[in-house]
């Protein structure tokens, strides 16, 4: 039985047996239907001719988590960036689900699941190398929350209804619960509304949101170059008088929210937005050394906007890759310094550079060892391009990053620091199957015999070394040779004797 088949039977049934609350205003009422108490937001319902989401472009796991969930007798919907993504007609890259299950309720209904976190707990339901967050519904503090000595809050494990976990969220475009199985939006905070308009607006007061969580002020400039559209007067107001704020937030997380801001599609204009608000000066390290280099570098000019490329054809971008690019002006100045100044081989040179600046930058970026390992890979590969033997290419195809280091080879072509020609063809290579690949490989020119001995895989002259035959031992001829040379001199002398006495 086919999964549409199964999702209708289910779908059948719960409408038969049972009618959850949230289901009951979508039977057959008009468009839109308001629900809530006085006490707080009324939430607005669209169905799917008003809101338009394509069912197609979620996740099938993601619908499963609902239907679970939902057949079990609990409320689900997919929520936060996903639906604002599919609203705009985008192809989220994860999905989050919201429930008023509690993590303990839902473990036990999937085979592969997780509960995580310390600030607020968590079900990670693994699919593969998929995984669907689910978040129990959420509510504020009735007694007073566990804060630092600047606002930030760090115990928030309050659960509560839809309407309050809509409220604890940051913007409105992100308070948006999609039912994947009913195909109806609820909409607290006119969520919708805003993000056909491209507007950015912070749920209740803005000092107080930022303060309790200042990671919300590089969101909402992230928000608005995803958009490509405005703050709201009273969200943008206290952004730039709050930017120290971000200062008592841990490395890691700015490091994450860096590589966020970079893949949000519109890398450009979030890097303007971060200066005018005077958010990156000694605040986050690769977006500051990126503004410090971008104006006059090609290379970086280049990479971003393929970056931003990407990201709007729904292709994934490598963290690893990025900070390999961000750091590649400086690995390359050195590169060259070593081999023009030091006369350093080619290879040897590289490695210096790349040592040098790795050890100066990987603390200040928060750099994890296997990014660390992955850019060397990238880094270190792109000597081997300017030379084509076949021993030397099918050693490449092993290497795991060699997708990336190609990828990274056209950005220095198309910044002229490689042979565009040369760039393509192995471009091509990359892009051949297995057939295309063995044909491209059979025209290359094959060098003699002389010129093998020579060079080495990277197509440098290497002093040649012939190797000596070794030499046969026999020690019995040996042991044989030492005992008659040990009795030669005795024969000799008596010998010579008896010729004198003659």
Known sequence: MGTEHKLS???????????????????????????GSSNQPQAIMYDAAEHQIQNHLIS?????VCQVLQDAGFEAYIVGGAVRDLILGLQPKDFDVATNATP????????????????FRLVH????????EVSTYRAAS?????????????????????AQDAERRDFTINALYYDPIAKTLIDYHHGLHDIRHRLVRIIGDAEARYREDPVRLLRALRFQAKLNGSLEASTAAPIKSMAKLLLNVPESRLADESLKLLCCGNSNLCLQLIAAHGLSDGILPLINLLQQQLEHNKFLQIALERTDYRIRSSKTVSPSFLYAAALWPLVSERWRYYQDEHKEPVVPALVQAAHEVLEKFARHLSLQRRQSSDMREIWFMQP??????????????????????VDFLQIRAAAGEFDSVLAQWWMDLADADSDERSAML???PQPSRQQRATTGMDGEAVKSKRRRRPRKRNYANRKRKAMAAQAEPTSSNTTKGSGTHE
């Open 9 to 35: 039977i289910n779908t059948f049934l719960k409408k038969l047996f049972k009618v959850p609350q949230h289901e009951a205003a979508t039977k057959g009422r008009a468009n839109k239907k308001h629900r």
């Open 60 to 64: 099938r796991n993601a619908i499963k």
């Open 104 to 119: 303990e309720q839902v473990k036990p209904l999937f085979r592969r699941a997780l509960i995580i976190g310390r600030r």
């Open 125 to 132: 339901c693994l699919f593969g190398r998929e995984i669907i």
């Open 142 to 162: 009735t007694q007073k929350q566990h804060t630092d000595e600047f606002g930030r809050v760090l115990s928030d494990n309050v659960y509560g209804n839809q």
């Open 384 to 405: 081997r391009f300017e030379k084509r033997s076949l021993r030397a290419i099918y050693r490449m195809f092993e290497q795991p990053r060699f997708r990336a280091a």
């Open 442 to 444: 059979t025209q290359l």
